[in-house]
């Protein structure tokens, strides 16, 4: 069983900056993906930005050049620094990992983290 964890969501200013943390724990098999998706009320869930199981990373275009995913592989946790906060990054913030064994898919996610960017 595989657990994910988030933390370090909060009430942030226009312009500010915030960095997430999360934390896999469990049978995790590699290699995987991890990365961030979030929800805004009324709205699909998007991804973020992750790093897929080839080490690259993946940026949604709103948040390239202002946000920044970083990966510890050995404690397999995931960061995702966001500078510049814009009204339109308040969403919860998710954790994701998957990976693929057996060509079984296999996809865990935390329970989220709320992200608030208001004046």
């Known amino acids: 069983q595989v657990q994910v964890v988030e933390s370090g969501g909060g009430l942030v200013q226009p312009g500010g900056s915030l960095t997430l943390s999360c934390t896999a724990s469990?049978?995790?098999?590699?290699?995987?993906?991890m990365g961030w998706y979030r929800q805004a009320p009324g709205k699909e869930r998007e991804l973020v930005a992750n790093?897929?199981?080839?080490?690259?990373?993946n940026y949604v275009d709103s948040v390239k050049g202002r946000f920044t995913i970083s990966r510890d592989y050995a404690k397999n946790m995931v960061y995702l620094q966001m500078n510049s906060l814009k009204p339109e990054d308040t969403a919860v913030y998710y954790c994701?990992?998957?990976?693929?064994?057996?060509?079984?898919?296999?996809?865990?996610w935390g329970q989220g983290t709320q992200v608030t960017v208001s004046s």
């Open positions: 790093f897929n199981s080839g080490g690259t990373t």
């Open positions: 994701n990992v998957q990976y693929r064994v057996a060509g079984t898919k296999y996809d865990y």
């Open positions: 469990g049978n995790i098999f590699s290699p995987n993906d």
